[in-house]
């Protein structure tokens, strides 16, 4: 009525959510896969820590599945557990009192012997054994059958040639044997160099079934997982505001005159 007009001027960016760094939902999504990512990170590693022992094999009488010098991740098991052609870590006061890494070859109950054909005999059963060092005879190690005692195991060496093994002890009152108290884990996989997970030696799987392997890769998996969500969620304030800027310069010219 007095002439006067009002006009009502929208706020910048009112109610939209929006601000210098990307939206207010894009912030708390970020917000939350930084979270998850910290909690399958870090919870990777603790279930890492409490499943598996890291060992560094000193000695190539393993050759060529694990070299000297090499590392590897032992899962945690209880020695009645162990099967034929696990790779163990065991320590026996008889050997030395020190950690050993060797093939469970035979277990309580079993009879082994070598070599007929040049291969490993377990309960009158030939034993393929592809993980031997390519052109070395297995009859390196020959010796007579041995029948091994309940609760115990006997162990190869995989370089025959130059493994202190059972073989090395048959003299003694176990027969070269170790009790399934003694190990202390299964070794799972050599990390470095990166080998990856060991094999499951199929040569065995007629004289019963083989163990399972241990949980490294789904531990593996969530550490990736959650390395890559603490990345992705932390990039995103700089990324969005980097976008914000742009959008605000390619739209000067537009309102200028």
Same mark, same amino acid.
């Given at each position: 009525?007095? %002439?006067?007009?009002?006009?009502? *001027?929208? /706020?910048?960016?009112?109610?939209?959510? +929006?601000?210098? &760094?990307?939206?207010?939902? %894009?912030?708390?999504?970020?917000?939350?896969?930084?979270? =998850?990512?910290?909690? !399958?990170?870090? %919870?990777?590693?603790?279930?890492?820590?409490?499943?598996? !022992?890291?060992? +560094?094999?000193? *000695?190539s009488?393993?050759?060529?599945?694990?070299?000297?010098?090499?590392?590897?991740?032992?899962?945690?098991?209880?020695? %009645?557990?162990?099967?034929? $052609?696990?790779?163990?870590?065991?320590?026996?006061?008889?050997?030395?009192?020190?950690?050993?890494?060797?093939?469970?070859?035979?277990?309580?109950?079993?009879?082994?012997?070598?070599?007929?054909?040049?291969?490993?005999?377990?309960?009158?059963?030939?034993?393929?054994? /592809?993980?031997?060092?390519?052109?070395?005879?297995?009859?390196? *190690?020959?010796?007579? *059958?041995?029948t091994?005692?309940k609760?115990? !195991?006997?162990?190869? $060496?995989?370089?025959?040639?130059?493994?202190?093994? @059972?073989?090395?002890?048959?003299?003694?009152?176990?027969?070269?044997?170790?009790?399934? @108290?003694? #190990?202390?884990?299964?070794?799972?996989? #050599? &990390?470095?160099?990166?080998?990856?997970? =060991?094999?499951?030696? +199929?040569?065995?799987?007629?004289?019963?079934?083989?163990?399972?392997? $241990? /949980?490294?890769?789904t531990?593996?998996?969530? &550490?990736? &997982? $959650?390395a890559?969500?603490?990345?992705?969620?932390?990039?995103?304030g700089p990324?969005?505001?980097?976008?914000?800027?742009?959008?605000?310069?390619?739209?000067? /010219?537009?309102?200028?005159?």
């Amino acid at each position: 009525m007095g %002439g006067e007009s009002m006009t009502h *001027t929208a /706020p910048r960016g009112g109610g939209s959510g +929006t601000g210098p &760094v990307g939206s207010r939902t %894009g912030q708390r999504l970020s917000g939350l896969a930084v979270a =998850l990512g910290l909690v !399958l990170f870090l %919870g990777g590693f603790a279930w890492g820590a409490v499943v598996y !022992l890291p060992y +560094t094999v000193p *000695t190539s009488s393993m050759t060529p599945t694990i070299d000297a010098g090499d590392r590897i991740l032992a899962q945690r098991v209880d020695g %009645g557990d162990v099967r034929r $052609g696990d790779v163990v870590v065991f320590r026996d006061t008889n050997w030395g009192d020190a950690p050993m890494v060797k093939r469970v070859v035979a277990v309580g109950g079993d009879t082994v012997s070598c070599c007929q054909d040049g291969k490993l005999k377990v309960n009158g059963k030939e034993i393929d054994e /592809p993980y031997l060092p390519d052109g070395t005879p297995a009859e390196i *190690t020959g010796f007579p *059958t041995v029948t091994v005692p309940k609760g115990r !195991l006997f162990l190869l $060496g995989d370089e025959r040639g130059s493994s202190m093994d @059972s073989t090395a002890h048959l003299s003694d009152a176990a027969g070269g044997t170790v009790a399934r @108290s003694t #190990v202390e884990a299964r070794v799972d996989a #050599v &990390v470095w160099p990166m080998d990856g997970m =060991l094999k499951r030696p +199929t040569g065995f799987e007629p004289l019963g079934s083989l163990s399972s392997p $241990g /949980p490294l890769r789904t531990i593996g998996l969530l &550490v990736v &997982v $959650g390395a890559v969500l603490v990345l992705g969620g932390g990039a995103y304030g700089p990324v969005a505001k980097r976008t914000v800027g742009a959008r605000r310069t390619d739209a000067e /010219p537009a309102r200028a005159g």
